[in-house]
């Protein structure tokens, strides 16, 4: 690779870094809100009644616990909005469906079961998109607020570049002098 074409793939890079996390933000979130809409539209009691036949305790409360969480959970991410807070009840709401549900089929999400009238039928997902989910939340909350997001407009005084790593004060004058320098 030339240094001309590593300088054009830099600048590229650096270019769009502040858009990294949007395509997160927007796959978390609506995941989240298509799972607590779909829980809500079938009502809360049929999804306790599933709560209560895998042994989750006070299953009408967590059932309403659990849709509150994905809709509310879901809005925010799509927003950018308190990502951090609401992070951690999203993480472990994740961490109960591995552990009560998805675990005993392991990791895959995806199990061919049989073919029938030319259809694929699947069998009872793993806790792989879990785990996809959680890494998600993981990188948007060390990201930090990302362009288009209410928390970038809330904490606009306490952080004026979006983008990471900042671009250095010094300029750049090749990679061996960048290497001789002191570390970063």
Known sequence: MTQKTAHSRASLQRHFVPYAALPLRLIVGYGFLAHGIAKWTKGPDAFATILQATGVPFPHLMAWITIATEIFGGITILLGAFVVWVSLPMIILLAVAILTVHLPYGFSSIKLMSISHGRAQFGPPGYECDFLYIACIVALVL?????WSVDAYRLRGERTDLRWP???????????????????
Do not use: K, M
């Open 143 to 147: 990201s930090g607020p990302s362009l």
């Open 166 to 184: 900042a671009p250095s004060a010094e300029p750049r004058t090749s990679r061996v002098t960048n290497r001789i320098r002191s570390p970063r």
